[in-house]
């Protein structure tokens, strides 16, 4: 099975400027950008979006925010399973 091809914001904000800006059609610059052209017709309609293509932009500060306690939440558990592995060490010696 093929992996998807992932697309850079500058990549897809480049090919909707072919259309918009320099008169390109859109089957035309799909072409020369190696790409399909339901996908450059799909970029335009989302580019009309004030959110779109986030994924490869600036994540907002709520994103941000997550992001930083899914950090947190994987070190405090790593944290936990050492204490946890410590305490069965420690018990064992005792014995």
């Known amino acids: 099975m093929s992996q998807r091809k992932r697309y850079t ?3 897809k904000l480049d090919a909707i400027s072919l259309v918009k800006d320099q008169g390109y059609t859109q089957t035309a610059a799909a072409e ?3 790409i399909r052209a339901p996908m450059l017709s799909r970029w335009i309609k989302e580019s009309e979006d004030e959110h779109s293509f986030r994924g490869n932009g600036k994540l907002t500060a709520e994103q ?5 306690l899914k950090a947190q939440v994987k070190r ?3 944290e936990r399973e050492i204490l946890k592995k410590a ?3 420690f018990a064992a010696q005792t014995k």
């Open 32 to 34: 020369n950008l190696g």
């Open 9 to 11: 914001k500058e990549f």
């Open 76 to 78: 405090l558990e790593m």
């Open 87 to 89: 305490t069965v060490f």
């Open 64 to 68: 941000l925010e997550i992001r930083r």
